[in-house]
């Protein structure tokens, strides 16, 4: 079965963000991070649940789901899933707090 997946508004800005930065700092690195991205949500499509649980204190992120971008571990997506579509929420580095980036 085949879901619908929907990136917000932050999310894709969070990807034009990430992929700007990857252009300055690895050029090549920027395409493969892209194709890595939507390769990432065609898994998300066809197996949303395969993402790992969100464990936040906050009981208002406990839908929150995430998996690492294939071939880019230290960048996570973050998503809920809302019946048959998955929301892409964000996109973040390992290294931001998600917790208060999504909250």
């Not at 300055?24 to 890595?36: C, E, G, I, L, Y």
Request: no cysteine.
């Amino acid at each position: 079965m085949t879901h619908h997946v929907r990136l917000t508004s932050r999310a894709h800005l969070d990807l034009r963000q990430q992929t700007n930065y990857l252009l300055t700092a690895a050029p090549v690195s920027a395409v493969k991070f892209s194709v890595a991205v939507h390769r990432t949500i065609d898994v998300l499509r066809s197996n949303p649940e395969r993402g790992n649980i969100a464990e936040f204190e906050s009981p208002r992120l406990a839908e929150f789901r995430w998996m690492s971008i294939v071939g880019f571990p230290n960048y996570i997506l973050w998503y809920r899933l809302l019946g048959m579509e998955v929301e892409v929420v964000r996109l973040l580095h390992a290294a931001q707090d998600a917790e208060t980036e999504l909250d």
